[in-house]
Nanobody, 125 residues
């Protein structure tokens, strides 16, 4: 069983930055792919970024590539999402997720068994 708790959301002006954190509890979390998704009001949940267990593989949605950076600290069982050059369209609830299969399998939400409750990010224009 894995539990996830996100933090770091808030209100920021367009062009600003935020860093989200997701602390994971449970065994073997360092072996799993960790990811970020987001969901804006009226929209479907969408993939944002993922990082493989070793940290050797990082994956991004085209909409955030070059602006967001995912990283992880396996000693702390924590994954981060550094968000820069934020735009109003980045406004959403951001969720942390874990896929307990071995190796990165993709960006479909259904692949990820464990989810946090989310943290709100609001970008004002």
């Amino acid at each position: 069983q894995v539990q996830l708790e996100e933090s770091g959301g808030g209100l920021v002006q367009a062009g600003g930055s935020l860093r989200l954190s997701c602390a994971a509890s449970g065994r073997f979390v360092s072996r799993y792919t960790m990811a970020w998704f987001r969901q804006a009001p009226g929209n479907e949940r969408e993939f944002v970024a993922a990082m493989s267990a070793s940290g050797g593989g990082t994956y991004y949605a085209d909409s955030v590539k070059g602006r967001f950076t995912i990283s992880r600290d396996n000693a702390k069982n924590t994954v981060y999402l550094q968000m820069s050059s934020l735009k109003p369209e980045d406004t959403a609830v951001y969720y942390c997720a874990v896929d307990s299969a071995i190796g990165y399998r993709g960006r479909r939400g259904s692949l990820y068994e464990y989810w946090g409750r989310g943290t709100q990010v609001t970008v004002s224009s």
